[in-house]
């Protein structure tokens, strides 16, 4: 399974953005900032093995592959390691449509599996597409697709939308 090039990741919180450094920032253009390595990836990425691979507005990609640290005791790939990604690609794609000095959390999300990735899935992209950023919420759609665009997972999400 191959992935693109590893990012530069946060080792401890002081590595992380501080809110000067992102407050003049659009959603679009902090994303794009992890893009170009201005901002390092967050550590949940390491972790669950995926990296954001493309930003635009009202549309985010992340790529990820699963391995045998994302089993479940049955052998399976865990059911949160689909959450973990679509969670992302949907919260990130609404943060996309954000103003600077405007911010989200998410407030329900929901994750259908579809099929589990076999040992030939290689990389699966997680690709969140917004269908209402308003004044106080967002909604997003998500879908984890491989590269020949087999489906694995759909996922919806609603997002509270506040001042910074």
């Not at 590893?6 to 000067?20: G, K, N, V």
């Not at 390691?81 to 929901?110: F, N």
Request: glycine residues 12%; neutral net charge; aromatic residues 8%.
């Amino acid at each position: 399974m191959t992935l693109p090039p590893e990012p530069r990741f946060a080792e401890t919180p002081a590595d992380l953005p501080t809110p000067d450094q992102v407050a003049g920032l659009s959603g679009l253009e902090f994303l794009r900032s992890m893009l170009a390595s201005r901002f390092p990836a967050p550590p949940i990425c390491r972790t669950v093995g995926f990296r954001l691979s493309a930003a635009e507005e009202g549309r985010v990609v992340f790529e990820g592959a699963s391995g045998f640290a994302h089993f479940n005791p049955l052998g399976t790939v865990h059911g949160g390691w689909y959450g973990v990604l679509l969670d992302s690609c949907m919260g990130c794609a609404v943060h996309s449509r954000l103003a600077p000095g405007r911010a989200y959390t998410i407030l329900e999300y929901k994750v259908n599996l579809i099929r589990g990735p076999g040992p030939d899935a290689g990389p699966l992209s997680a690709i969140g597409e917004v269908a209402h950023v308003g004044r106080r919420t967002g909604v997003a759609a998500g879908r984890l697709v491989d590269a020949r665009g087999r489906l694995y997972a759909t996922g919806s999400t609603t997002c509270l939308i506040f001042d910074l």
